[in-house]
């Protein structure tokens, strides 16, 4: 089997005048993390949506363990194995954090109980298990946006898409929850990592991908990335993110 679990090829998508993905052609290696980075209007969430199947590319290919799913739509890119959240998250704002997960658990095929007990792992896992039978209606934000991964874990992937999951975090839950996307790596999923908090997704990724207006500026090792002059200047030196790097 291929060592890349999912490549692109000139994935191109437009909406009205706006060029959000112009020639993106990148892979993801099998059992990595993937830090995405780029200035905001980059096109890093709508390369997701694309891949995801939330949106269907105008021209380009997408193989995913070498099969096409150019085409694919979320629920079927979901059945695949691929799982992602969004940056507003998708949580059920009238059901508690454990039937937000067991839900998810659901869709694999788990018995009710078994559903739970996974549930609960994972809400442990994410440091979410004090809010087992909270409404989700009563997390913040950022909270959301962990459950939101945790509903993605649910679905027990083996690609999964992280959108800005750590923005609004305190700097302990970010040391907290980085500490579990790395042992969930080392239990063999694959992470693209999408954050604008460049201390943490260099220390993070093991390679990173920067894009910028809709296309490939690079991707390599953080450190060549994070030295790289073009990278510096389209994305290091515009304002904003200049104090994380
Ligand atoms: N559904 C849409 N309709 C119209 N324009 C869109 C839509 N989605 C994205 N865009 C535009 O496409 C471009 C890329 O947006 P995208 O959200 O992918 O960037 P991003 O790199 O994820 O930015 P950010 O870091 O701010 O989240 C932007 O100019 C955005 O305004």
């Excluded at 009205?16 to 209007?41: C, M, S, W, Y």
């Excluded at 059920?92 to 739970?116: F, I, P, Q, W, Y």
């Excluded at 999408?194 to 894009?211: G, P, Q, Y």
């Amino acid at each position: 089997m291929s060592d890349w679990i999912l490549e692109t090829k000139g994935v191109q998508k437009t909406f009205g005048g706006v060029k959000a993905l112009q020639d993106i052609t990148f892979h993801i290696q099998r059992g990595e993390i993937l830090g995405v980075i780029g200035p905001n209007g980059a096109g890093k969430t709508t390369a997701i949506n694309v891949i995801t199947g939330v949106i269907a590319p105008d021209a380009g290919e997408i193989f995913y363990e070498s099969k096409p799913v150019t085409k694919s739509r979320l629920f079927l890119s979901s059945r695949m194995g691929m799982a992602r959240t969004f940056q507003h998250p998708q949580t059920l704002n009238s059901l508690d954090c454990l039937d937000n997960v067991k839900v998810a658990c659901l869709t694999r095929g788990m018995s009710h109980k078994e559903a739970e007990q996974k549930a609960e792992e994972i809400l442990d896992l994410v440091g979410l298990h004090s809010f087992l039978h909270e409404p989700s209606s009563s997390l913040n934000f950022a909270q959301r946006k962990v459950l939101d991964m945790a509903r993605a874990l649910g679905t027990q992937p083996k690609l999964l898409f992280l959108d800005e999951v750590l923005t609004g975090l305190t700097d302990e839950e970010i040391q907290d929850l980085v500490k579990k996307i790395r042992s969930l790596k080392n239990q063999g999923l694959t992470i693209v990592i999408i954050e604008h908090l460049v201390k943490v997704i260099r220390s993070v990724s093991d390679r990173l991908l920067v894009l910028d207006t809709g296309k490939v500026l690079m991707q390599d090792l953080p450190d060549v990335v994070l030295s790289n002059p073009l990278v510096i200047e389209s994305y290091i030196g515009k304002g904003g993110v200049a104090q994380n790097a």
